[in-house]
C-alpha cells in the first residue's frame, strides 16, 4: 500500500484521519457499514468484506466494496449467495470467534478451501482476485462485533505494515458501528415510545369519555331511574377496569424493560389455574356464543410458578381468541419430558404465515384485525413466560385456527 520511505508514517496517519473523518460523517447503521468496506479499496485491498455478528451467534455479510465497478456484481452473488460458515476453522468466522487477526500474503489452496468449501464459492473468489488474505476483529469496549477481511489481486501483495494499518482502521470502524448501533437503538427506543404514547392517549380517551358522559347524566334530574342508575354505573365501571388494565400492562412492560419484573413464586395445581380462566372466561364465550373447554393430557404434576401470571397469561391467548370469533377454545395440559405444557387452542380464522413472526412485537396488529387492542397482550406474555425460564410460541393456519404453546419447568 505505501512505498516511500520518510513519507510511509504521514500517509499512514493522513488515510486513517480521513478515515475517521468518514466515519465520522454518519449515524445511520447501513451507511456506517458500508463506509467501513469501501474506505479499504483502494487504498489497503483490491476488495473487501464486513461481516457482523448477530444475537443468535451467526454472521451477516453487510457490506461488500470492489474496485473495480465491472466485477462488484461478482461481489455481490458472493454477500447474497454465500454467508460465513459459523464453524469455519478459518476465514471471517474464526476471526470473529477467537479474536485474532489473521493474515497470508500469498493464499494458498489448503487455506482457501477452509475459508470457502464449496467449488462455487471457490470459483467466485477466484474470479474476483485472490492473492493475499487479511481478516481482522472489529472490536471495541472489549466486545467483537464483526470482522473486516481484504483481499488483493495478483499484481499486489499485502505486508506487516497493512496488517499495522487494517487493525487500527478495524478498531475505528468497530467504535463508529457501535456508536451507529447505539443511536439506531436509541431512534427505535423513542419511536417505541411515541408508539406507546399513541396508543395511550387512544386507548384512555375512550373509557375516560364514557366515564364523563356516564357521570354527567347522573348529575341530571332523571338520574332517579334506577334501571339507568344501574345502566351507567356499569358503564363507568367497565370503563375504569379498561383503563386499570392498561395501566397495569404499561406497568408490567416496564418492570419487564427494567429487568424489575417480579414473579412470586408458589407450588400449584396447573389443573386448576386452567379451571379459574374458564370459569372467569365462561360467560363471556356464553354472550359470543361460543364454548371454553379444558382438556388435561394424563396427570400432571403441581409447578412452581407465579399462579396470578400464569392466570394472565391464558387469559389474555383464551380472551384474544374469543375476541377474533372462535367458536371453541381448548386450554390443553400435558407432561412434556421436563416441563409442563399448556396450549390454547381455537378453531377462528387463523393467522398468515407472514403476520405469526411479528405476533410477539409490542404494538403490532394484524392489518385485518377486526377488534381494538393495544397491542401489548402478547408481549407482556412473553415477558412473564420468560421470567419463568419457559417457552411460548404459535401456530396457525388460516380458515382452520390458531394454537399457543408456552412451557413451564415441572
Not at 455478528?53 to 457490506?63: E, M, S
Amino acid at each position: 500500500m505505501l512505498t516511500t520511505g520518510l513519507d510511509v508514517a504521514t500517509q499512514r496517519l493522513r488515510f486513517l484521519a480521513e478515515a475517521s473523518r468518514v466515519l465520522a460523517e454518519s449515524l445511520d447503521y447501513q451507511a456506517t457499514l458500508k463506509s467501513v468496506a469501501r474506505l479499504a479499496v483502494p487504498d489497503i485491498c483490491d476488495w473487501c468484506v464486513v461481516d457482523v455478528l448477530q444475537t443468535d451467534g451467526t454472521l451477516a455479510r453487510v457490506a461488500i466494496a470492489h474496485r473495480d465497478p465491472v466485477r462488484h456484481d461478482l461481489a455481490r452473488r458472493l454477500q447474497q449467495c454465500f454467508p460465513p460458515h459459523v464453524d469455519a476453522t478459518s476465514g471471517p468466522a474464526n476471526v470473529v470467534r477467537t479474536g485474532r487477526t489473521e493474515f497470508e500474503a500469498h493464499l494458498v489452496d489448503p487455506i482457501l478451501h477452509q475459508i470457502a468449501p464449496e467449488p462455487e464459492r471457490v470459483s467466485l473468489l477466484t474470479r474476483l482476485g485472490m492473492n493475499s488474505y487479511l481478516s481482522v476483529p472489529l472490536t471495541t469496549r472489549d466486545r467483537i462485533l464483526g470482522s473486516i477481511t481484504l483481499f488483493t489481486e495478483a499484481a499486489r501483495t499485502l505486508d506487516s505494515d497493512d496488517v499495522f494499518v487494517a487493525e487500527d482502521l478495524a478498531r475505528r470502524a468497530a467504535t463508529a458501528i457501535d456508536n451507529a448501533r447505539l443511536y439506531d437503538e436509541a431512534q427505535r427506543a423513542v419511536r417505541s415510545r411515541d408508539d406507546m404514547l399513541a396508543v395511550v392517549t387512544h386507548d384512555l380517551r375512550t373509557p375516560l369519555g364514557a366515564i364523563i358522559a356516564a357521570s354527567t347524566l347522573q348529575m341530571t334530574p332523571a338520574a332517579a331511574d334506577g334501571n339507568r342508575w344501574s345502566a351507567r354505573a356499569a358503564t363507568i365501571q367497565r370503563s375504569a377496569k379498561h383503563m386499570a388494565r392498561l395501566i397495569r400492562d404499561l406497568t408490567d412492560l416496564g418492570q419487564i424493560d427494567a429487568g424489575r419484573f417480579a414473579i412470586e413464586w408458589a407450588v400449584q395445581d396447573p389443573t386448576l389455574l386452567v379451571q379459574d380462566v374458564i370459569d372467569t372466561l365462561q360467560s363471556v364465550a356464553i354472550r359470543r356464543n361460543a364454548r371454553m373447554d379444558a382438556d388435561l393430557v394424563g396427570m400432571v404434576p403441581w409447578i412452581a410458578c407465579d399462579g396470578d401470571r400464569v392466570i394472565q397469561v391464558l387469559s389474555n391467548l383464551a380472551g384474544n381468541a374469543l375476541k377474533v370469533g372462535a367458536s371453541t377454545v381448548t386450554i390443553r395440559l400435558e407432561v412434556r419430558g421436563t416441563d409442563v405444557l399448556f396450549a390454547v387452542s381455537d378453531n377462528g380464522p387463523g393467522i398468515s404465515p407472514e403476520d405469526l413472526p411479528y405476533l410477539f412485537d409490542r404494538y403490532w396488529r394484524a392489518p385485518v384485525a377486526h377488534y381494538r387492542g393495544t397491542g401489548l397482550g402478547l408481549p407482556i406474555a412473553k415477558g412473564i413466560i420468560d421470567a419463568h425460564q419457559g417457552r411460548i410460541w404459535a401456530e396457525s393456519q388460516l380458515g382452520v385456527g390458531t394454537q399457543f404453546f408456552f412451557t413451564l419447568p415441572r
